[in-house]
């Protein structure tokens, strides 16, 4: 049975289940918040250590203004309300992305992981403003400056997931199937798992049956 380190979720579907179901993008959003809570309760049961989360792209900026102003609204009234309670269920929060967001939100960000950094039962990583193919150039830049040798270990020391285990599972919702500019790096020999629902309809046993179906297949890492 394979063990089960690192989830990866891309949760796609939240603006098109928004429009289908109450004829609103944003509140495909704020439903898609209540899927992400019983994901992470799960999570926990399923004693696993890490999630990540692909919870706003670099590509993402090109989104109407108003959608994105409710998106971080959504992520700032999370924190706000939500941040003590993972601190005393011993989660922490890591940022995975660049951020250059507002000196409000800035603050907040580094707020919620300076006061979770210690905690220790499950990692949320949230891949915000991320891109993979940025992350990769800053990295070269990085490993040049620094005069270091362009190494498969000096690349992985240098991402932003530099002290993450590479996921085990990535899932992906809404039908889709591509990974968006997520992980690339990290996802050489990453299980995935595209999933037909849109993220707000994703649920615990959908969740429960991808985990079952992962521990019983057979990973070779390119042996046979």
Same mark, same amino acid.
């Not at 002290?163 to 591509?178: A, C, H, S, V």
């Given at each position: 049975?394979?063990?089960?380190?690192?989830?990866?979720?891309?949760?796609?579907?939240?603006?098109?289940?928004?429009?289908?179901?109450?004829?609103?993008?944003?509140?495909?959003?704020?439903?898609?918040?209540?899927?992400?809570?019983?994901?992470?309760?799960?999570?926990?049961?399923?004693?696993?250590?890490?999630?990540?989360?692909?919870?706003?792209?670099?590509?993402?900026?090109?989104?109407?203004?108003?959608?994105?102003?409710?998106? $971080?609204?959504?992520?700032? !009234?999370? &924190?706000?309300? *939500?941040? %003590? =309670? @993972?601190?005393?269920? /011993?989660? #922490? +929060?890591?940022?995975?992305?660049?951020?250059? $967001?507002?000196?409000?939100? !800035?603050? &907040?960000?580094? *707020?919620? %992981? =300076? @006061?979770?950094?210690? /905690?220790? #039962? +499950?990692?949320?990583?949230?891949?915000?403003?991320?891109?993979?193919?940025?992350?990769?150039?800053?990295?070269?830049?990085?490993?040049?400056?620094?005069?270091?040798?362009?190494?498969?270990?000096?690349?992985?020391?240098?991402?932003?997931?530099?002290?993450?285990?590479?996921?085990?599972?990535?899932?992906?919702?809404?039908?889709?199937?591509?990974?968006?500019?997520?992980?690339?790096?990290?996802?050489?020999?990453?299980?995935?798992?595209?999933?037909?629902?849109?993220?707000?309809?994703?649920?615990?046993?959908?969740?429960?049956?991808?985990?079952?179906?992962?521990?019983?297949?057979?990973?070779?890492?390119?042996?046979?």
């Amino acid at each position: 049975m394979n063990p089960l380190n690192h989830v990866a979720i891309i949760m796609d579907g939240n603006g098109r289940w928004g429009l289908k179901n109450k004829k609103s993008r944003n509140e495909g959003h704020r439903a898609g918040l209540n899927t992400i809570e019983n994901i992470l309760k799960e999570t926990i049961k399923q004693k696993i250590k890490f999630i990540t989360l692909f919870t706003f792209s670099t590509e993402n900026w090109n989104r109407p203004k108003k959608e994105i102003k409710y998106l $971080f609204n959504l992520l700032e !009234n999370f &924190l706000h309300n *939500k941040i %003590e =309670n @993972l601190n005393k269920k /011993n989660i #922490k +929060l890591k940022i995975i992305g660049f951020k250059n $967001f507002s000196p409000e939100l !800035n603050k &907040l960000l580094r *707020k919620s %992981e =300076n @006061l979770t950094a210690q /905690n220790t #039962k +499950l990692q949320i990583n949230l891949a915000l403003n991320y891109g993979s193919k940025m992350e990769l150039i800053e990295t070269f830049k990085k490993l040049k400056k620094l005069k270091k040798k362009f190494t498969e270990k000096n690349v992985s020391k240098n991402l932003l997931t530099n002290e993450i285990p590479d996921p085990d599972l990535l899932i992906r919702t809404g039908n889709t199937k591509r990974l968006s500019n997520f992980l690339l790096w990290q996802l050489a020999y990453t299980e995935i798992h595209f999933e037909k629902k849109l993220w707000p309809d994703f649920n615990v046993i959908d969740y429960k049956k991808i985990i079952k179906k992962f521990k019983s297949t057979k990973r070779n890492f390119g042996k046979i």
